[in-house]
């Protein structure tokens, strides 16, 4: 199997103070990258540059995400082959789902000649997001919580400093359950996603995690986890937050350890002080403009 990292030579340049720069000769530990075919009953349906840890996690949440699958169940066996220039993660369906896949690998595929395809391709770029529940709920302090836990779990990116996390945060157990890492921010959601339905949790108790900025697709994701509440220590597009807004799902973002922002539903999170009524009339209100 692929390597994670690699300690590669190179040479440090510093200026101490107003002296002269100063070389010396040191090296560094950097993620590895490497492509990866998602294979469906012998046929390849994509190919991701990931980095080549938690595999299978991630064949299984892209699977969920992109809506090859509905569940872990219908993947009935899965293997990783290595080539020479990459990865094959291999994956066999059972009957019916793998007849689906066939059916809608063959509606993608053709001539893309007519006047409505442009259109056509242009919906199924920003689809209507699955709706999710409203049972999640969770609180600043436990969101605080989250966020000073999530830095020291992230292995690699303590060792590279280059990659994005996305975690979850348990509710039940009051801790992070999974934190996935990746070159790509959409391959570590992928990836937890994969995590957490193979573990069978509940993803509306408790919260996604991530430490990316929140592009649509991060969101559609989330949606199709099921997913209630996004955190974010950056910031979302504003598609992001009117796919959100649609989804039904509360979007923290700009999350520090000192202060965080609620764009989205903010019913979700108890505030500990007394504007927190205030607060989520103005997000309510913020979230209707997004609509018009």
């Not at 199997?1 to 340049?13: G, I, K, L, Q, Y």
């Not at 997001?129 to 000073?148: D, M, Q, S």
């Not at 996305?166 to 959409?186: M, N, Q, T």
């Not at 350890?257 to 504007?275: M, Q």
Request: glycine fraction near 6%; aromatic fraction near 4%; include cysteine.
């Amino acid at each position: 199997m692929a390597e994670t990292s690699r300690r590669v030579p190179s040479r440090r340049v510093s200026q101490p103070g107003a002296g002269q720069a100063v070389a010396e000769d040191t090296s560094r530990l950097i993620p590895e990258e490497v492509p990866v075919a998602l294979v469906y009953d012998g046929s390849t349906h994509a190919v991701m540059m990931a980095t080549p840890a938690d595999l299978e996690d991630f064949a299984v949440g892209f699977s969920i995400t992109e809506g090859v699958i509905a569940a872990r169940s219908e993947i009935h066996d899965f293997e990783v082959v290595e080539h020479e220039k990459g990865l094959e993660a291999r994956m066999w369906l059972i009957p019916d789902a793998g007849r689906q896949h066939s059916e809608r690998r063959r509606r993608m595929t053709g001539p893309t000649a007519c006047g409505l395809c442009g259109v056509e391709s242009l919906d199924a770029a920003v689809p209507a997001p699955r709706h999710v529940g409203h049972t999640a709920t969770t609180t600043a302090a436990l969101i605080h919580e989250a966020l000073a836990a999530l830095p020291p779990a992230q292995t690699l990116n303590v060792a590279t400093r280059a990659v994005h996390a996305a975690a979850f945060w348990d509710a039940k157990a009051g801790a992070i359950a999974f934190v996935r890492e990746d070159v790509g921010r959409h391959n570590a959601l992928d990836k937890l996603v994969g995590a957490i339905a193979s573990a069978g949790l509940d993803p509306a108790k408790g919260f996604v995690i991530l430490t990316s900025r929140i592009s649509v697709e991060m969101v559609q994701k989330t949606a199709m986890l099921g997913a209630e509440i996004i955190v974010a220590v950056s910031a979302p597009t504003a598609l992001a937050l009117r796919v959100a807004e649609e989804a039904g799902i509360t979007l923290v973002a700009i999350a520090r350890p000192d202060a965080f922002e609620i764009f989205t539903h903010p019913d979700r999170i108890t505030l500990p002080n007394a504007r927190g009524e205030a607060i989520r009339q103005e997000v309510h209100a913020h979230a209707r403009s997004l609509s018009h």
